[in-house]
């Protein structure tokens, strides 16, 4: 496979979360690679800050500022960014810690709004406006390596991934016939601004856990992940559909 594969010259790329973390670095990544990135989350000063890296570096670059839990306005920001090629829905990274007994209907409905609704309606309406222009395109979910294994107080999160991953699946097996692929990353423990707030007080402690129970004895940088958006993005994923992909250095290997 040449590396022109990997060349997203002339193509249109639509990530949300893209103020910052994972997010952020996709973005920065898929315009390095050439794409123009249409840049969406509700935090626009980091919005701002990613154009800036991203023009800097002689990239093209859009802000688009959206709650994903709002479908009218992802819609809205969906359309004004015209023809696209690739979704990166990354704005999936709210974490809530309580026990099963414990947790409460607000709880459930606010993860499940940002991490499985704001996934689905982007999903959605990225995937109409591609099937309008006749595709081809590439969606690419983010789900978690939470989906994996089971952890004590992590029920909303853990349900909202494992949502997103048969999101995934069967959105691959209705958008194939009109040329668009769906994909999934789960990455493992990644060094963001979400895991940074998880258990703030012990950061340190549960990093240095992650690393050990990883076979390359680190934890996961945002770029980590990005690169593996990158190649569902481009051609050389071209025969890939429906897969969860693990950025995970090795702390879960599943069949």
Partial sequence: MPLTAYDLTG??????GAAGGIGRACAVLLAAAGATAHCADLDEKGLLETRDLIT???GAAHIHVIDVTDRSRVGAAVAAAGDLD????????IMHTSSV???SDEDLDR???VNFKGVLYACQEVARSMIARGGPGSLITMASGAVDSAGPGLLCYSAAKAAVVQLTKTLATELGPH???VNAVAPGWIRTPMTARHEADRQHRVEATMARLSPLGRVGEPEDVAHTVLHLAS???AFMTGQILRPNGGVAMPW
């Fill in 179 to 181: 040329a668009i692929r």
């Fill in 111 to 113: 993860v499940l709004a």
């Fill in 235 to 237: 051609d050389a994923s």
């Fill in 56 to 58: 800097e570096a002689g």
């Fill in 11 to 16: 193509r249109s790329a639509f990530i949300t």
């Fill in 86 to 93: 690739i979704l990166a829905a990354a704005a999936a990274g």
């Fill in 101 to 103: 007994l414990e947790t």
